[in-house]
Nanobody
């Protein structure tokens, strides 16, 4: 019902920047919250940043001031601008959205992207 396509990962040196994108497509009525999570090897998947339909955001403390999340509601796309990258930011980054499938239903369902690797070399 909802497909998420992520792009923008890669290898970058410490202090560099990357921009991740995640586009939602398929059959749904509306996308609510959109966000990014990351999972490093041997660790749990953690929240990086989230943004709601009105543009309110929240960030993990470890990325505040360095990462910026934004969205284009017309394109159902969420972005993560990552600046001043550090080796500890190395992880697989996953896009997550909450989608309302039908106009007559108030239920939102979570969907995950396939993940994109971000590697920051020291």
């Amino acid at each position: 019902q909802v497909q998420l396509v992520e792009s923008g990962g890669g290898l970058v040196q410490t202090g560099g920047s990357l921009r991740l994108s995640c586009a939602a497509s398929g059959s749904f009525f509306r996308v609510n919250d959109m966000g990014w999570y990351r999972q490093a090897p041997g660790k749990q998947r953690d929240l990086v940043a989230r943004i709601n339909m009105l543009g309110s955001t929240n960030y993990a403390d470890s990325v505040k001031g360095r990462f910026t999340i934004s969205r284009d509601n017309a394109k159902n796309t969420v972005y993560l601008q990552m600046d001043s990258l550090k080796p500890e930011d190395t992880a697989v980054y996953y896009c997550n959205v909450e989608a309302r499938l039908k106009s007559y239903s108030s239920t939102y369902y979570p969907y995950w992207g396939q993940g994109t690797q971000v590697t920051v070399s020291s």
